[in-house]
C-alpha cells in the first residue's frame, strides 16, 4: 500500500509534538505539513520542542510550522490530519478539515460525543469505526473525524476491557494522579505543584465516567450504546512529568484470585495485536509482580517494540478483598493517552481501508 | 490542677520534634526529659531540628537530648511519657515505661493491637480509655499505654464518624497520597521520589482497615468490638511535606445530599471540644466549598486555635452520585496523625483523672 | 502621628499579596484601598491569596479588590500609595499617582534608572531620599517615587554594604539560585522546572550590576554617583518557593579572617534599627556557622521581631583563601527583595516626615 | 585485537549501574564478573536497578551480582576492572585488585593523590598514563588503578582546557548546581531537597582545587606537576536527577570576545576523537546559542554517537565582561563525570597497549 500524506494540527503544543515525533519515518503516513497557530507560524520544531525524554532528530527539528488551512492541505493532496489542538478552539477547525473531505484523527474532546464520531480504542472497540460512515455522507466531500479517548479513561478502559469481559462487574471507583503534561504547556504553575497535590481537574471525573461507558460500551444500527457501568473518579494533579497512576476499586460478587486477574490482563490481545500495526504494543496490559510499581518514573514508556513506547498499560499491586479488586494501573497520558492513541486510530482505520 | 511532669521519647524524630513543640508551654504538661537513643545523646534540640515550618524558639533548641531510661525517669517524678519511637524498637521500651508505672501516649503501631490498649482518637472513641484500667492491674506499677492511631486512618475516622452515625455505611474505599514526613527521616531517597509516586507503602493498607474498625468500634464487657465497616486502601507516596491527601468512596443506598454531609461534617463536635481541651481544635472537621480543596500546601496546618494547627481535618469536594458519595480529606500526618493526636489522648486522660 | 491613609496597586499579585499581609495592623499606614486591574475587580483578598506559608486572617481575606484610580485615591486621602505592579505596567500608572500627589513606594523596575528617582536600601542608602525632593518640584502636585531594588540585588547589597565599607574591594563575581516566587504568578511553568534548572533570567543579571552600583554608590549636588564597584552575575532559577540563594565570590588583596568578616556582617546596624522602625530587623545580617546554612527552606524567613520575618539576610560558609571571599548568602525575594523592602522604605520616609 | 575480561565493582550502586550500561556490548571489554558486597550477593541486576532513563535489557538485567574477590577475578583471566566504589571503601579494596595484577579503572577518589596514580581525562592529559609504569613496578604483579576525575571537576576542566590553552588565564571561580545522583543511593534525604537547595557538598570545593590542577597540570620526570591556576568553587545540591551545572567566572586580563571563545571551545578535539575511542563523543564540547541553555534536563546526556551519550559537556550563555569571562557548563555527573569517565580511560588504555 502506499503511504498517505498526512498533516498534524497543533504541532507546538505537547501532544503535536509527541505526533511530530510517533509520525517520524511512520510506514503508512507521510506528514507533510506541521500546522499550528499563526503565533508560531515560520518556528521550526526545533524552536518550540519540550520533550526532554526526546531526542529531535535534526531532519525533524528543521520542519517548518504553518498555519492550518484545511483547503489548502486538501489541496495539496493531504489525506489524514492529526489533531493536537486544544479542546477549546479543534471544533470548528476539526470540523472544517472534515468538511474539505480530510479523515481526522483528533486527541481533543470536543466531538467526543456527538452521536456518529467514535472515541475509539483499537484494542477496545474496532467496531466503532463503523460509525464514521453516518458522517461521511452526511459531510460534503467524505471526511470524517475519529476521536481518541481523554487519557485517564485510556488507561482505565485498557485495563478494564478484559476484566469486564471475563468477570462482568459494573461498580468502578477510581483516584488518579494526574502528570503535569496532562495539562499542556505551560498549564500547571510551579508555585501550585511544588511540595503539594491538586485535587481537581476540570472536567476530568466527568469524563472518565461518559467516556468511559461509550468506550466500552456497543454500535449498533447506527448508533452507540453505553456500556452499563458506572465509573466514579477523584482526580488529582501530582508533581510527575508523564505517566498517569490510578488507582483503581472494583465491586464485585465473586471476584476470582489474584493470579486469574493477573492472567486475565497480561494475556489480552486485541485487534491491532492481530493485525501488527506498526505502533501496537506486543502487549497491551503489562502486569507488574513488585510491590512497588507500577511508578510514573519506571513505566510511563512501557511497551514493545520501540515504535510503541509509552503504549501499553502497566498493572500492579492487584489485591482482590472480599467482594473487592483493587490495582494500580499506570497509562502514559500523552502517547497511549493522547498522540499514540490516534495514530494507532489511524493505523486501524488505514489498514481496514479507510484512509 | 498541677502540672505533671513529663519526658518525650524518641525526641530526635519527626514525632519526637512535633512533641517537643506542641508541649511546649503546654498547661497541663511540664517536658523534663528529651529522650533518644545513644546516638543522639548530648545533642540539642536545636542541632537535630529537621522542621522547616516551625521557627524553633531559643529555649527548646538548647534542651539536651538523654538516653531514654524508665527507671531514672519514674525516679525524677516523670508520670507522663509520650512516644515518638519508630515502631521498630517502641514496643519493649514502652512496655519497660508502663512496667516502671509511666503513662505512655505513644504514637507507634508497637502496642495498638493489644486486647487492652486502646488506640485512641478522642472526637470518637472517649470511653475506650477505659480499657486501661486492665492494663494498670496487670502491670507492676500502674502504668499503662494508650496509642494513637496511624498518620492515614486517623484522618479517615475523623472524617467518617459523624457521617457513620448519622448514615450508617459500611463500605469504604480510600486511595491516599502521602507526604514524606511519614516516613521519618531520612526517610525516603529523593532519587525515588523526584518526579515520581510510590503505589506502596509497607503495612499502610492493613493498618487502615484494622485500626479503623477497633477505633470506630465499641468497648464493653472489658473488650474492644470492631466495627462493622471494611476499608479497603490504596496507599501512594507523593513529594509533599506534610499532610496526607485521601481521596475517599463511600457505597451506599440512600446517600443524603452533599449539603447534608457537609452540614453533618461541619457541626461535628467530640469530648475534647465539649472538654475544651488545650490541643482542640475548635472544629475538628473544616469543610471548604472551593473547587481546588483541600490541598496539603494550603490545609496541613487547619485547626484554631494557634494551639491547635494542624489538628483539624480538611473535606472538600463533597459529591454525592447514585449510591455513593466521593470526597477528599487531609490530615496533617505528624500532628493530628501523629504527635498531636497522643498530646490530645494525654490531655483527656489528665482532664478525667487518669494522668 | 497619625496614621497615613495608604493603598496598595497589583493587590492580587505575589508582591501585592505580601504588601497586604505586612501592611496589616501597621502602626504608620492604615490600608483603604486593594487595587489592581479590572481582571480581578470585585474578588475578595481571600479569593486570590497564593501565599501557603501566611494565615490569611478572615478580616484581611474580605477586603475587595478595586480597580486602580490615581485620583479616586487621591481624593480619598490617601497619602502613600505600596506599587506591586508588573514593570510592563508599573511606568504610567505609577507616575500618575506621583503626579495626583502621592507618594509612591513601588517594587516595580520602571523607574530605578530615573535621575531623580531612589533606589532606597534603607540601611545602605538613606541619604538617597533627599533625591525626591527634585522629583517633589517637577512633579504637579508635590508626589514622588521611592523604589526598592531588585530581588537579588537587594540581598546582595546588604551583604556588601558593611564589607565595603570596612575592606574596600570593588572586584564581585556571584551565581544565584532563584525562587519560583522571584516569577511571579503562574510564572515559571512546571513542566520547565520539574527536576531541572533554568540558567537563565530576563535583565536580571544587569540589574545586579547597574542598582548594585547606584545603591552602593552615593548621593551628592543632586545626582546619584555610582559605586566603583563591579558585579558580574550568572542567574538561575531553582526548584524553590521562597528564598533567592547566592554564591558570592570577592577578589580582593589583604582580605582579613573569616572570623573578622562574620563579626564585620553580624554587628552591622543601620537607620532602620536606630529609629527602631517597625519592620526592620534587629539584625540586618545574620551570620550561621553550620556547614549547610543558609538554605532556602530553613532561612528565608530569618528576622525578628515577628514584623520583620524575611527581612534580614542571612550569610554563611565564609570562606577566606588567597585574594579571594567565598561565601552564600540568602535573601527572601518577596519580602526584604519585594514588598518589605518598599514598606522599610516607607516607614523610614514617614520618620522622616516625608510621608 | 582481542576483547579483554572485565570485572565491575561495586555493581549495585549508581556508578556500577552506568558502568554496567556503558559496557554492555562493548567492542573492547567483556564484563564477565558484577561484583558488590555481600549484602547485593545472588541478586540480579534487575533487582537493583535505579536508573529510570535506562530501559534496561533482559540479557543484562539477568546477570547475578557476586561479591568481590580480587584473587579469583585475576584467576578467571579478568584483566581489567571498573571500580563504581564508594570512597569509604574503595581504597584497600582497588589496591588488592591492583597487586593481583588487575589494571583497576576507578571512579572512586581513594587513590586521586596517590603520586603515581593518575588522575586521567583522555582529552586533557592522556600523557599522565605514563604514571603506570612506576605503579606496576612496585606493584607485585605489575597491576595498576587510573582514576577518573570528580564529577564536578570532570566537567569545568573539560570545558577549561582549551581556553587555558589559549588565552593562560589562572583565576577561576565556579558555583555548582549539583544533581542528586551525584550522592548516590539513598544518598539525599526528600525532606531535606523538596522545594530546597543544600550548600554545602562533603570535600566537593577542596577536590575541584586539588583535582582541576592535577588534571590541567602536566607529568615528567616521573612526577605530576600542577598547573598554576587557582580554582575557588561553591558547591550546592539542588533537585534535579542527572547533570551538574556549573556557573563559571574567570579573570583575565584581555580575554577575548564570546564568538573566539565559543569557537575555540567547539573546535576543541582531543586523542579520544582522533584514535575514534568507541565512548568518546565526536564533539567533546557542545557549544548552545540559546540564551536559556544548557539546562540538567536537557543537556545531560549530550554527545554523540549513541555509545558517548552525556559524555559531552554543553557550555551555554557566554558572556566577556571586562577582565571576566562567564558561561554556564553541564556534565552528566554519573556518565563523563563518573563511570563513563572511567571507561573512556580504559579506552584510551587499550588502544595504547596498558590493558
Known amino acids: 500500500m502506499t ?24 510506514p503508512y503516513f507521510d506528514v507533510v505539513a506541521y500546522c499550528a497557530s499563526d503565533r508560531s507560524e515560520g518556528k521550526r520544531l526545533s524552536d518550540i520542542w519540550k520533550l526532554p525524554d526526546i531526542e529531535l532528530n535534526p531532519s525533524l527539528g528543521s520542519k517548518t510550522i504553518t498555519v492550518t488551512d484545511a483547503a489548502a492541505l486538501a489541496k495539496e493532496g493531504v489525506e489524514v490530519v492529526f489533531s493536537g489542538l486544544p479542546s477549546e478552539v479543534a471544533g470548528p477547525v476539526e470540523d472544517a478539515c472534515a468538511e474539505a473531505g480530510l479523515a481526522v484523527y483528533s486527541n481533543a474532546s470536543s ?40 487519557c485517564s479513561v485510556t488507561g482505565l478502559a485498557l485495563g478494564l476491557k478484559p476484566l469486564v469481559d471475563a468477570f462482568k462487574f459494573t461498580d468502578i471507583c477510581v483516584a488518579t494522579y494526574q ?26 471525573e466527568e469524563k472518565m465516567g461518559s467516556e468511559g461507558r461509550k468506550i466500552l460500551g456497543g454500535f449498533s444500527n447506527g448508533r452507540f450504546v453505553d456500556a452499563p457501568i458506572s465509573i466514579e473518579a477523584s482526580c488529582a494533579r501530582v508533581a510527575t512529568r508523564d505517566g498517569h497512576l490510578e488507582a483503581v476499586f472494583i465491586h464485585h460478587k465473586d471476584m476470582p484470585d489474584a493470579d486469574r486477574i493477573a492472567k486475565t490482563l497480561s494475556e489480552f490481545r486485541g485487534r491491532p495485536q492481530e493485525l501488527g500495526l506498526p505502533t501496537a504494543p506486543l502487549k497491551p496490559i503489562i502486569v507488574r509482580r513488585e510491590q512497588d510499581r507500577p511508578q510514573p518514573k519506571l513505566d510511563a514508556n512501557a511497551g514493545e517494540p520501540a515504535r510503541a513506547k509509552g503504549m501499553a498499560v502497566t498493572v500492579g499491586r492487584i489485591r482482590v478483598g472480599k467482594d473487592r479488586l483493587r490495582f494500580y494501573l499506570l497509562v502514559h497520558n500523552t502517547i497511549r493517552g493522547g498522540a499514540g492513541g490516534s495514530v494507532l486510530n489511524a493505523e486501524l482505520a488505514y489498514r481496514e481501508g479507510l484512509i
Chains 1, 2, 3, 4 share one sequence.
Do not use: C, W
Open 111 to 150: 466531538h467526543r460525543t456527538d452521536p456518529d464520531t467514535p472515541i475509539l480504542l483499537p484494542e477496545i472497540n474496532p467496531d466503532h469505526l463503523a460509525a464514521i460512515e453516518a458522517q461521511r455522507q452526511r459531510r460534503r466531500k467524505g471526511g470524517y473525524i475519529v476521536t481518541n479517548a481523554n
Open 3 to 26: 503511504k498517505k500524506r498526512a498533516a498534524i494540527l497543533g504541532s507546538s503544543g505537547m501532544i503535536g509534538q509527541r505526533f511530530s515525533h510517533m509520525l517520524d519515518g511512520h
Open 179 to 204: 502528570a503535569l503534561s496532562g495539562a499542556g504547556y505551560p498549564g500547571v504553575s510551579s508555585l501550585d505543584i511544588l511540595g503539594n497535590v491538586l485535587p481537581h481537574i476540570k472536567s476530568e
